[in-house]
């Protein structure tokens, strides 16, 4: 058996997406350790045992430059819920920017949202 552990987001700075992500949308932080020039921070959605989000601070140009842009515009991050509806209303009052109104789709309802870095997310219930 194999599972997806986790995905690295490369982020502008470390307390900033925790803030987002652990205070703004209620995620947990699992790990915080300081590696000396670089932290290693783990997190993850509410309920969530495994498939973490590796926060990782740009730390050249280079990696500076995909902030919001790690996925070329697209949809790359998919937040499953299992209640649309709770957590869609939840987001709008902690201020979270959807694009669209929520859609319903023969897999699923869905509507896409953006981190404050940029990065575009599926909230997205399947049916």
């Known amino acids: 058996m194999q599972t997806l552990h ?10 900033e997406a ?10 947990q932080l699992a ?6 020039r670089k932290r ?18 740009a730390d050249s140009q280079q990696q500076q430059a995909v902030i919001g842009d790690q996925f070329g515009g697209r949809v790359g991050l998919f937040l499953r819920t299992d209640d ?7 987001m709008l009052a902690a201020g979270v920017i959807f694009e669209e ?11 896409v949202w953006r981190d404050p870095f940029g990065n575009r997310w599926d909230l997205l219930q399947l049916t």
């Open 84 to 90: 649309f509806a709770r957590d869609h209303a939840a």
């Open 40 to 57: 290693w921070v783990r997190i993850l959605p509410p309920g969530a045992s495994d498939g973490s989000l590796i926060l990782a601070r």
């Open 31 to 36: 790990e915080d350790v300081d590696l000396g």
């Open 6 to 15: 986790a995905v690295t987001l490369v982020i502008p700075d470390y307390d």
């Open 18 to 27: 925790i803030e987002f992500y652990c205070g703004t949308l209620g995620w």
């Open 101 to 111: 109104e929520p859609r319903h789709e023969a897999y699923g309802s869905v509507a």
